[in-house]
Structure formats: C-alpha cells, structure tokens
C-alpha cells in the first residue's frame, strides 16, 4: 500500500546513495526471490542520484501530499529514462512507489508499529525540505538505513534462517533524523576493542598459524605505514574505541614498532594499548615499548619442553620466549598472559604444568581452542574441548572454580584458590561469545574485517590512499560494521570455509 511504500521511504533517507546502493539491490533481489520479479525502474541519464532524490523530495513537499508525494509524478520530473542497470544507485522515489512493496516480513511488522506521519502543511513540508537540503548536501545526518534480510551467521555456502529486524534495529524518524553509531552493530553490540595486524611476517612458523610450505607475503607498499595505522586509530578512538592490540604475523619484526606504541598512545581516548608476541625478541625491546606506553603483553608458548616447542613452532627458541616472559613480570605491566593452544594428542598432556605456573607469578594463562584456518590441516579429532580441559585439570586441582566474567571478555576466567595468577579457557569452537563480541581487526594490507572467521574484508588502505575523507572512511566503517553476522558459523562448517591464514589476519 502506499502508506508501507512511504513508511519504506522515512525509514530509507539515504544520505549518500551510491554508497549503499550494494545494500538495496540485496533487498530487491530477496523480495524478488518472495514475491516475483522487480517492477521496471528507470533512471536518467545525466543526473546525479543524489541531486535527483533532493529534487523529488522538494517536488513532492510542495504539493502538500505529505511523504507520499514523492510518487505523485507519473515520472517524478525525469524526462531522459534509460532501465536501471546494475552498477546504479537506487533512486529514493522507487521506494515510495506504488509498484514497490517491501518483503512481507517487513509489511507484516510495520501493521503494528507505524510512524504516524502528518497529513499535510507546514511541518510535513519543513521536514521533506530538511530531507531534500540533506540529500543534496551529502549529509550524513541521516537515518541509517534500514537492515537488509540476511542471514543471522557467517555464510558457510548453505542459508540458515531468514529474520526479522528487531525493534532497535528500525530506526525511529520523528522529528529530527537518528543514526545508530558508527561502532554498533545492529545486535547493539558496541566495539571499543580494535586489533591490528603490523605485518604479515614472522620469524617462527607455528602449525596452527602459518602452512607448513609458508604464505605468498604482501609486498611492503601494500601494507599500511605508521601515518595510517595512527589515522586508522583517530578514527575509531573517535567513535569509543579505547583499547588497541598490536599483532601480526609477529609485530615486533617490524623495525617501527616503537614509534607506532607512541603514536597510538598519544591518541585522546586510547587508555590501553597491548601486543600479542611470540616473544622471541620481545626481552630486546620491551624497555622501549613500556616507555612508549605499552601496558599488556600476551606472548604465545605452547609448550613448555623445548623440544616439543620446536616441533610446533618448526624453529627454535624455547630460552628467549621464557626470558621474555620473566622479564616482562619484572617490568610491572598490567597483564602479562601465555596463549597456549591446546592440541589433542600434541600438547595437551601439559595443561597442569602451565597452571602451575600460577602459583607464584601474576600470570594469566590462557588454554585456546585449536581453530580451523586455511592451511593448518584442522581436524576435529587435534580439538580438545574446554569441558575436557576444565574436566581433566579438576583431577589435580580439585579447588579449581570459575570466576566471574568481566563484560566482553573472551576467556573463560578460573583459579585455584591461594594461587597468585589464573588461567582462562578461550572456546571458540565449542562455546562461541559471539553475543558479547566487542572486537574488530585491522590486517596488515589495511583490511577491516568485522569477525575473525568472516570472510567479508572492506580495505580502507585502498579508501586512504584514494583521498577519501574522514567522514567518507566512517561511512565505510558503519556499514561493515551494521553488516556483521550475529555468530559465525558453527564448528563443522568452520573447517570448510575459505578464510585468511591466521598469519594474514593477526592473532
């Protein structure tokens, strides 16, 4: 009807629409899938879609029709027509169309919650003015747009369930335009925790991280220099982000590595920054990182038997790794955590012995799931499960009990009672936190990638060095952000996704 058509056009103000016009033929294409073919659409040839829209808001608004006037015109002022071809923006007057009615899904939740708009005068007119200035204007003031059918996980090549947009997720115009923020996600989960991968090199080669025969590495030019990693990190500290971890490949290869800790920290907003090492050469730098504002170091060992710790990693190294990690004890960071990943019948016979370590020193240790990336020949059976973990430890530490869980916090916390450290449990594979996930990544190459497992990637390398504008890269960053999935995908369908080698995303 034309009341769902107007209601589909308050809730669709596009500020820019060639920049979401991905979004909308993903719309058009469910409701055609729903119910049939698209009505035929016609645009002009030389102008622009936003000074078009603008143009047909103030038409419309000067009839007196209200928000529905927009399709009052039989061909709304466009006089050259040419069919709608697929690298075009959608005009804002479709939607008010008459031949267009959203999804059913959609029809059926506006029956019992409209916006009541005004039957005509002078505040409808004033508010369709405000609306054309905008659009003509390039704001981005206006209302996000409304979400587009999906489905609620990371697509594994087989579609789950459809949904229906929650109540939050429909943002309500009355009066003065609502946009949701540009690090919240349509689930109102709000990112404050950025990571960022320095470089894609290392100088171990892990199983679970690299392909035993290595990855082709991005050439230096293609990865993101010290001056956009700092402008990255003034944009999202803009939006609230206040904590960022450096990773990599392994960071502390990359020669300007200080420099970078000392630009983000001096960042208004950021109160944390951190690094995640394999601790190698950490024990040679951590002066200088502590000085630049460094306040976490997690550094990865898997084993605490030198040999076996140079069966995983295919180097050597166990010495340096352990002095880097009494060293930085010694330094009085605010954490200093081990990520051991726990393999069945690789390493798992070693969990009591990292709990151990617990006893005496202020150490987080912290047992990860072994999770499927390309290249590290994932199986099932090398998964050894949280519960067996917790199961298998209880044996010897029979006092062992969980603590209470921080907001947003991946680990699983526990403790055996009169230790001074405490170990956590990361179960991404058998116990997703999806729900509470606050975490965004930056690769080396300058990819936004909104979930670890996702396979989606926006590059605001490229969006940088094109000239966009600060405005232009949060527009960007809103809309993979408003698109991330509700979980990933479960664990059998992990193993069969195509995704980055977790050397190429950063740990």
Same mark, same amino acid.
């Given at each position: 009807?034309?009341?769902?058509?107007?209601?589909?056009?308050?809730?669709?103000?596009?500020?820019?629409?060639?920049?979401?016009?991905?979004?909308?033929?993903?719309?058009?294409?469910? %409701?055609?899938?729903?119910?049939?073919?698209?009505?035929?659409?016609?645009?002009?040839?030389?102008?622009?879609?936003?000074?078009?829209?603008?143009?047909?808001?103030?038409?419309?608004?000067?009839?007196?029709?209200?928000?529905?006037?927009?399709?009052?015109?039989?061909?709304?002022?466009?006089?050259?027509?040419? @069919?709608? @071809?697929?690298?075009?923006?959608?005009?804002?007057? &479709? &939607?008010?169309?008459?031949?267009?009615?959203?999804?059913?899904?959609?029809?059926?939740?506006?029956?019992?919650?409209?916006?009541? $708009?005004?039957?005509?005068?002078?505040?409808?007119?004033?508010?369709?003015?405000?609306?054309?200035?905008? #659009?003509?204007?390039?704001?981005?003031?206006?209302?996000?747009?409304?979400? +587009?059918?999906?489905?609620?996980?990371?697509?594994?090549?087989?579609?789950?369930?459809?949904?229906?947009?929650?109540?939050?997720?429909? =943002?309500?115009?009355?009066?003065?335009?609502?946009?949701?923020?540009?690090?919240?996600?349509?689930?109102? @989960?709000?990112?404050?925790?950025?990571?960022?991968?320095?470089? !894609?090199?290392?100088?171990?080669?892990?199983?679970?991280?690299?392909?035993?025969?290595?990855? /082709?590495?991005?050439?230096?030019?293609?990865?993101?220099?010290?001056?956009? *990693?700092?402008?990255?990190?003034?944009?999202?500290?803009?939006?609230?982000?206040?904590?960022?971890?450096?990773?990599?490949?392994?960071?502390?290869?990359?020669? +300007?590595?200080?420099?970078?800790?000392?630009?983000?920290?001096?960042?208004?907003?950021?109160?944390?920054?951190?690094?995640?090492? =394999?601790?190698?050469?950490?024990?040679?730098?951590?002066?200088?990182?502590?000085?630049?504002?460094?306040?976490?170091?997690? *550094?990865?060992?898997?084993?605490?038997?030198?040999?076996?710790?140079?069966?995983?990693?295919? @180097?050597?190294?166990? +010495?340096?790794?352990?002095?880097?990690?009494?060293?930085?004890?010694?330094?009085?960071?605010?954490?200093?955590?081990?990520?051991?990943?726990?393999?069945?019948?690789?390493?798992?016979?070693?969990?009591?012995? &990292?709990?151990?370590?617990?006893?005496?020193?202020?150490?987080?240790?912290?047992?990860?799931?072994?999770?499927?990336?390309?290249?590290?020949?994932?199986?099932?059976?090398?998964?050894?499960?949280?519960?067996?973990?917790?199961?298998?430890?209880?044996? %010897?530490?029979?006092?062992?009990? /969980?603590?209470? !869980?921080? $907001?947003?916090?991946?680990?699983? $916390?526990?403790?055996?009672?009169?230790?001074?450290?405490?170990?956590?449990?990361?179960?991404?594979?058998?116990?997703?936190?999806?729900?509470?996930?606050?975490?965004?990544?930056?690769?080396?190459?300058?990819? #936004?990638?909104?979930? #670890? &497992?996702?396979?989606?990637?926006?590059?605001?390398?490229?969006?940088?060095?094109?000239?966009?504008? +600060?405005?232009?890269?949060?527009?960007?960053?809103?809309?993979?952000?408003?698109?991330?999935?509700?979980?990933?995908?479960?664990?059998?369908?992990?193993?069969?996704?195509? =995704?980055?080698?977790? *050397?190429? *995303?950063?740990?």
């Amino acid at each position: 009807t034309d009341d769902d058509a107007s209601m589909w056009r308050v809730e669709l103000p596009l500020a820019r629409l060639q920049a979401v016009s991905a979004a909308c033929r993903r719309m058009l294409s469910v %409701h055609s899938v729903r119910n049939g073919p698209q009505p035929q659409m016609a645009v002009p040839e030389t102008t622009s879609p936003t000074t078009r829209v603008a143009e047909e808001a103030s038409q419309g608004c000067s009839s007196g029709s209200g928000s529905r006037s927009i399709a009052s015109s039989s061909d709304g002022g466009l006089n050259r027509r040419r @069919r709608l @071809r697929p690298d075009d923006a959608l005009p804002l007057a &479709f &939607f008010a169309s008459p031949d267009y009615q959203p999804p059913e899904h959609v029809r059926a939740r506006r029956g019992s919650d409209q916006l009541q $708009a005004s039957a005509a005068g002078s505040g409808s007119r004033s508010a369709c003015a405000s609306t054309a200035s905008g #659009l003509a204007s390039g704001s981005t003031s206006a209302v996000q747009p409304a979400v +587009d059918d999906e489905d609620e996980t990371e697509d594994d090549g087989s579609r789950t369930h459809n949904r229906t947009p929650g109540a939050a997720e429909w =943002n309500r115009v009355e009066g003065n335009a609502v946009r949701r923020p540009v690090l919240t996600d349509r689930f109102n @989960r709000h990112h404050n925790y950025l990571r960022i991968s320095l470089t !894609e090199r290392c100088n171990l080669r892990c199983q679970y991280c690299m392909p035993e025969e290595g990855v /082709p590495l991005s050439p230096d030019s293609k990865l993101l220099t010290a001056e956009e *990693i700092e402008r990255i990190v003034r944009l999202f500290a803009s939006q609230g982000v206040n904590k960022v971890r450096l990773t990599g490949g392994e960071p502390l290869v990359r020669k +300007d590595v200080v420099d970078i800790v000392e630009r983000i920290g001096r960042v208004p907003g950021i109160t944390d920054i951190a690094i995640t090492t =394999n601790g190698i050469t950490l024990s040679h730098k951590l002066p200088a990182l502590v000085s630049a504002g460094l306040k976490h170091v997690n *550094i990865s060992l898997d084993s605490l038997k030198p040999d076996r710790f140079a069966a995983i990693t295919r @180097r050597p190294g166990f +010495d340096k790794v352990w002095r880097s990690i009494q060293q930085a004890l010694a330094m009085g960071l605010k954490s200093v955590k081990i990520n051991c990943v726990v393999m069945n019948n690789v390493n798992h016979d070693e969990l009591r012995d &990292f709990v151990e370590l617990t006893r005496h020193s202020p150490l987080d240790v912290r047992f990860i799931e072994y999770m499927p990336f390309d290249g590290n020949k994932w199986s099932e059976n090398k998964l050894y499960p949280y519960k067996r973990m917790v199961s298998d430890l209880k044996e %010897h530490f029979p006092t062992l009990h /969980p603590l209470d !869980e921080a $907001a947003n916090e991946t680990a699983k $916390a526990w403790k055996v009672p009169g230790f001074v450290g405490q170990v956590g449990f990361i179960t991404s594979m058998s116990d997703h936190f999806c729900s509470t996930c606050n975490r965004l990544r930056i690769t080396a190459d300058g990819n #936004l990638k909104v979930c #670890l &497992f996702g396979n989606a990637e926006v590059s605001l390398r490229d969006a940088m060095r094109g000239g966009s504008a +600060d405005s232009d890269l949060l527009e960007v960053i809103g809309m993979a952000v408003g698109r991330k999935k509700k979980q990933h995908a479960g664990m059998s369908n992990l193993a069969h996704m195509k =995704n980055r080698p977790m *050397i190429l *995303i950063g740990g």
